[in-house]
């Protein structure tokens, strides 16, 4: 049974940095795109960032672009999402999603993890 599961999230003031993870577990994703959503209240969820099989090939919605850094370590199925310079508007559920297709529709979902940003 795939399972993917987030942590990392919490509170953090405006300007500051937060990392997430999301460790996979029932198969292997060394060859799956990766990819961590968002989703605020009131909102429907959004793609944030995707990682593809290589290390270099990454894709950010323009609203994180140049804040969020997504990277992956295959050796241990994980995928991680550095955050800086956060704002309030990334207040949002993050979810990381695997097995995911050149347009970012992903198979595999985790439960989410909280991250929360005060002004």
């Known amino acids: 049974q795939v399972q993917l599961v987030e942590s990392g999230g919490g509170l953090v003031q405006a300007g500051g940095s937060l990392s997430v993870s999301c460790a996979a577990s029932g198969r292997t994703f060394r060859n799956s795109g990766l990819g961590w959503f968002r989703q605020a209240p009131g909102k429907e969820r959004e793609f944030a960032a995707g990682i593809r099989n290589s290390i270099d090939d990454t894709t950010y919605a323009d609203s994180v672009k140049g804040r969020f850094i997504i990277s992956r370590d295959n050796a241990k199925n994980t995928v991680y999402l550095q955050m800086n310079s956060l704002k309030p508007e990334d207040t949002a559920v993050y979810y990381c999603?695997?097995?995911?297709?050149?347009?970012?529709?992903?198979?595999?979902w985790g439960r989410g993890t909280q991250v929360t940003v005060s002004s």
């Open positions: 999603a695997a097995d995911c297709t050149s347009d970012w529709r992903c198979t595999y």
